[in-house]
């Protein structure tokens, strides 16, 4: 995420907007903006620039700057991921990146048993056994537990071999980062999570792609009823 004033405006316009306030529709005024955040022309339009890039806004001349719908939003986008997160519609953002990991991670591990290489295997088991280890300890919300977290997930989607795959790992360690960094992650997560990056890894390991796949979706469904309970209905 941008830093500096530039990061500054960038990130508290990503925020408002990602929570509906300003709603789509509203136009909004280089002038305006430049009084409200005590900031250049130059640094407002950098930020709307990127903001536009997103599909949050569209600059038009005699115009102004209009909030664009929420369809017309890069919904992958890493920045857009961590203002959501940050805001209202947080259990909203987190459902929906377990829908998508649940979608698309299953195939990936069944396809990672069949294509990963040796060396890619082997660490999936390391990584595993890193988790279940620093989870065991309660150390579920720390940046080591993280780090692995991301490594595994983010290897699992590169040894299916398929570039569309591996392209979600960034939104996915988005989602993962998100949780422990706003506090949703268990320090000891739920029981059989653990156990399940085990035979997750273990399955890709002997080449099992109906076992990767039950695994990891499994899995997931465990993560997505820790989310559930730690969010509310």
């Known amino acids: 995420m941008a830093t500096g004033m530039h990061g500054d405006v960038l990130n508290e316009l990503g925020r408002r907007i990602a929570a509906g306030d300003p709603r789509p529709g509203t136009i909004l005024k280089l002038a305006q903006l430049e009084q409200d955040h005590s900031a250049s022309r130059t640094v407002i339009r950098e930020a709307i620039r990127v903001l536009e ?15 664009q719908p929420r369809e017309h939003w890069d919904a992958l986008d890493p920045s857009l991921i961590q203002w959501s997160l940050r805001g209202p519609l947080r259990h909203q953002q987190l459902e929906s990146l377990m829908e998508l990991r649940v979608a698309v991670e299953p195939m990936a591990a069944s396809l990672a048993a069949e294509r990963a290489t040796v060396t890619q295997r082997a660490e999936l088991l390391r990584l595993a056994e890193q988790l279940n280890d620093l989870g065991q300890q309660g150390l579920g919300q720390t940046e080591e537990y993280l780090g692995a977290d991301i490594a595994f997930h983010g290897l699992l989607l590169t040894s299916s071999g398929n570039p569309l795959l591996a392209a979600m790992a960034t939104p996915i360690a988005e989602e993962l980062a998100g949780r422990t960094k706003l506090g949703l992650h268990p320090t000891v997560p739920a029981p059989g999570t653990l156990e399940q990056h085990l035979v997750l890894a273990r399955a890709i390991a002997s080449g099992d792609r109906k076992e990767a796949e039950a695994h990891s979706h499994a899995h997931l469904l465990g993560v997505w009823r820790e989310i559930a309970e730690g969010n509310g209905p």
């Open 53 to 67: 890039n997103i599909g949050m806004v569209a600059a038009r001349r005699r115009v102004g700057i209009t909030v």
